[in-house]
Nanobody
Framework: QVQLVESGGGLVQAGGSLRLSCVAS????????MGWFRQAPGKEREFVAA????????TYVDSVKGRFTISRDNAKNTAYLQMNSLKIEDTAVYYC???????????????????WGLGTQVTVSS
């Protein structure tokens, strides 16, 4: 069983940056795909970004391409989401998630991820 703890959220002005971290414990997550999702008030949870086990392959939702970067450090059992040029519409609770098992394609649906963190709030103000 893997436990995930997110950190790094907070209040930031539009145009600013934040770096989210997701630390895994319980077992090594180096073979798992790691993803970030977000959920804004009154909206469904949506995929943001994901990264394969080696860090050599990533995928993003169109709305964050060029602004967000996902990365991982398997030696530290940690995944990151660097968020630059933040917009008000990026305001949400951000969740880290892991997908175990072999996958050829990085999944972008929440159902494909089998363990989750509790989330960290990101609020972008004008």
């Amino acid at each position: 069983q893997v436990q995930l703890v997110e950190s790094g959220g907070g209040l930031v002005q539009a145009g600013g940056s934040l770096r989210l971290s997701c630390v895994a414990s319980g077992r090594a997550f180096s073979s798992d795909i790691m993803g970030w999702f977000r959920q804004a008030p009154g909206k469904e949870r949506e995929f943001v970004a994901a990264i394969n086990w080696s860090g050599g392959k990533t995928t993003y939702v169109d709305s964050v391409k060029g602004r967000f970067t996902i990365s991982r450090d398997n030696a530290k059992n940690t995944a990151y989401l660097q968020m630059n040029s933040l917009k008000i519409e990026d305001t949400a609770v951000y969740y880290c998630a892991g997908s175990s098992g072999f996958r050829v394609v990085i999944p972008t649906t929440s159902a494909a991820y089998d363990y989750w963190g509790l989330g960290t709030q990101v609020t972008v103000s004008s």
